[in-house]
């Protein structure tokens, strides 16, 4: 138990659904990140908050829309995904974004879109 | 970016034996993490270890942040210990992983 919890664990969604994805973390960190992790890939960064800012936007594509409405939550927010999408989708937290900040992972969504 | 090469990609062990794992990096850097996934996708921070030498149980880990790698050794590989072990370094106030290596421990 890391502390970090992401719902749900598995998800199946067509391309027309809309769906969403939660984290939660019980560590007080001011930190939250939004990670994909795709087969045979390395874990590529997606989103970043700080103190409830969005301070990183890695060229994500609309159709992911993250929402961080305290430092405890966050969430993924997803509508007309692609197949290309399919993916291990990670929350992670640390105590505040910066240098020498060790991360922490939730176990992570395994989506799959048809 | 900083590039972050991982070796061997795959290693396959007996229970029991020893291994050493290892992490080049293209550029300096503060932050240096490694992980474990487990076969279930939950990550586990083993080390944060910029620089030195840690231990913790049979893990351990040295940096050597001038010569820019670091290596992670197994020792008495228990089958719990399979997983992907992932090198993460800080770049530009992220950390950026490395590809893996993916380590399966047989009974």
């Known amino acids: 138990e890391t502390g970090v919890t992401q719902t749900p664990r598995h998800l199946v969604m067509g391309m027309t659904n809309k769906k969403s994805l939660k984290c939660e973390q019980h560590l007080g960190h001011n930190a939250m990140y939004w990670y994909k992790q795709s087969a045979k890939k390395p874990l590529e960064l997606m989103f970043v908050?700080?103190?409830?800012?969005?301070?990183e936007n890695n060229s994500v594509p609309s159709r992911f829309s993250p929402e961080c409405p305290n430092s405890s939550h966050l969430f993924l927010h997803l509508h007309t995904l692609q197949p290309e999408d399919s993916a291990l989708y990670l929350c992670?937290?640390?105590?505040?974004?910066?240098?020498?900040?060790?991360?922490?992972f939730g176990s992570g969504t395994q989506l799959s879109v048809l | 970016g900083i590039q972050v090469e991982q070796s061997p990609p795959d290693l396959i062990l007996q229970e029991g034996a020893n291994s050493t794992l290892r992490c080049n990096f293209s550029d300096s850097v503060n932050n240096l993490q490694w992980f474990h996934q487990n076969p279930w996708g939950q990550l586990i921070n083993l080390f944060y270890i910029p620089s030195g030498t840690k231990q913790n149980g049979r893990l351990s880990a040295t940096t050597v942040a001038t010569e820019r790698y670091s290596l992670l050794y197994i020792s008495s590989s228990q089958t719990t210990d399979s997983g992907v072990y992932f090198c993460?370094?800080?770049?530009?106030?992220?950390?950026?992983f490395g590809a893996g290596t993916t380590v399966t421990v047989r009974a």
């Open positions: 992670a937290s640390s105590r505040r974004r910066g240098l020498n900040e060790k991360l922490f």
């Open positions: 993460a370094v800080e770049d530009d106030y992220k950390l950026s």
């Open positions: 908050y700080s103190l409830e800012e969005r301070v």
